[in-house]
């Protein structure tokens, strides 16, 4: 069974050298310029909180928002984990930067051919066996790449031999069903400017659980329906069978 790949970024090995954007934007072809925020040319980006530096890229959802509402497919969640992009399918309704948990796709507006863009996790560079360039950059390891199983339990070692240097916390192991992106944090989460309110449930099974009941509420309202048409046509049908024996009376008494 092919394992997902993963990275495990740890905030207090981190030196905001930006490293990790250089590597990232040379292997994407992007403008070389720093960017503390993410954007159509920042596939990855640098906050400075204080003393601690924020890593900002695409989470690679477990179970992706972006993909299930994407109406033409353009988004797939891969067998290696990378939740990648087809720009020759989008046609650009960008459902997916509303439904985005962590509000990660942008939009090119300044192109005259708009797109989406964002990190799709080196896909092409898993694919052939290496590492992200980002991770492969990193000169303190505070960007690590593996199977996520493997840097799950990993982080959790780091905590347990460490507890005074890490809040109890893996942020995306389990936020919205899991990410492919997982943090380790010297200070609370919250303080950083990460979202700590998620649910655990994946977004998109939110959906299903309730597409899944429309069949049961179509057959409910179906058999509600044929039985109000049954009563209806069968008060018809009385009144048609009633009239009918009056107008015969009414016949046979002239007769008479």
């Known amino acids: 069974m092919l394992k997902r790949k993963a990275l495990l970024i740890d905030l207090t090995l981190c030196i905001g050298c930006g490293a990790c954007q250089a ?15 993410l954007s159509p040319t920042a596939y990855t980006a640098l906050e400075e909180h204080g003393e ?8 690679h959802c477990e179970d992706p928002t972006c993909a299930s509402v994407c109406p033409v ?3 797939t969640k891969t067998a290696e984990g990378p939740v990648v992009y087809d ?16 509000q990660v796709p942008r939009y090119d507006w300044s192109s005259r051919a708009p797109q989406i863009h964002k990190c799709n996790l080196c896909y092409a560079r898993l694919k052939e066996g290496e590492q992200t ?5 990193c000169p303190t390891g505070a960007t690590k790449f593996g199977d996520r199983e493997e840097l799950l339990a990993e982080a959790w070692e780091r905590i347990k ?9 893996v942020y995306g192991q389990h936020e919205v069903g899991g990410t492919s992106i997982l943090y380790l944090s010297p200070v609370p989460f919250e303080q950083l400017g990460f979202k700590t309110n998620l649910q655990e449930t994946a977004l998109p099974q939110l ?14 309202g179906g058999v509600m329906l044929f ?9 018809d049908e009385v009144k048609q069978a009633e009239l009918h024996e009056k107008i015969q009376q009414h016949n046979n008494g002239k007769l008479n």
Request: aromatic share 10%; charged share 25%; net charge positive.
């Open 227 to 235: 039985g109000i048409w049954w009563i209806t046509n069968r008060r």
């Open 52 to 59: 601690i530096y924020v890593r900002r890229m695409c989470q």
């Open 73 to 75: 497919g353009a988004f």
């Open 87 to 102: 720009v020759d399918k989008c046609i650009g309704c960008r459902y997916c930067m509303q439904a985005c948990p962590f």
């Open 207 to 220: 959906t299903w659980n309730v597409l899944s009941k429309i069949p049961n509420i179509v057959t409910v």
């Open 133 to 137: 360039a980002c991770a492969e950059a």
């Open 23 to 37: 590597a990232c934007k040379e292997t994407n072809n992007l403008p070389t310029e720093e960017e503390d925020k």
């Open 161 to 169: 031999a460490e507890p005074g240097k890490y809040v109890e916390r």
